[in-house]
């Protein structure tokens, strides 16, 4: 699987954006997908994750009841709305992908357990 994220940008603080991950490859749809970021000076935190099928989620507390992770896997996209955006957000947001999750497999949110991701894409939120 190879995953391209796309949709980050300037934004002000209490705005919303639609993080997109496209991915290639025929896993993708056996794969567990989360969205990590990265800020400066700080380790790779998990944001949220998804199952293979889509039906269920799991969310940093962080960002529970602002950010909603999604997916196609007709078209092969994992999709991260993110509202109310606030400067703490401010980050590089990573699409990562378990591609060696099996149909019961927990959706996780440490690092480890993923083994694919993408180059990122930066978000920036101004007050």
């Known amino acids: 699987v190879q995953l391209v994220e796309s949709g980050g940008g300037l934004v002000q603080a209490g705005d919303s954006l639609r993080l997109s991950c496209t991915a290639s490859g025929p896993t993708f749809t056996r794969s567990n997908m989360g969205w990590f970021r990265q800020a400066p000076g700080k380790d790779r935190e998990f944001v949220a994750g998804?199952?293979?099928?889509?039906?269920?989620?799991r969310y940093s507390d962080s960002v529970k009841g602002r950010f909603t992770i999604s997916r196609d896997n007709a078209k092969r996209i994992v999709y991260l709305d993110v509202n109310v955006l606030e400067p703490e957000d401010t980050a590089v947001y990573y699409c990562e992908a378990n591609s060696r999750s099996i149909l019961t497999s927990p959706v996780h949110d440490a690092p480890e357990n993923y083994n694919l991701w993408g180059q990122g894409t930066q978000v920036t939120v101004s007050s």
């Open positions: 998804v199952s293979r099928s889509g039906a269920r989620t």
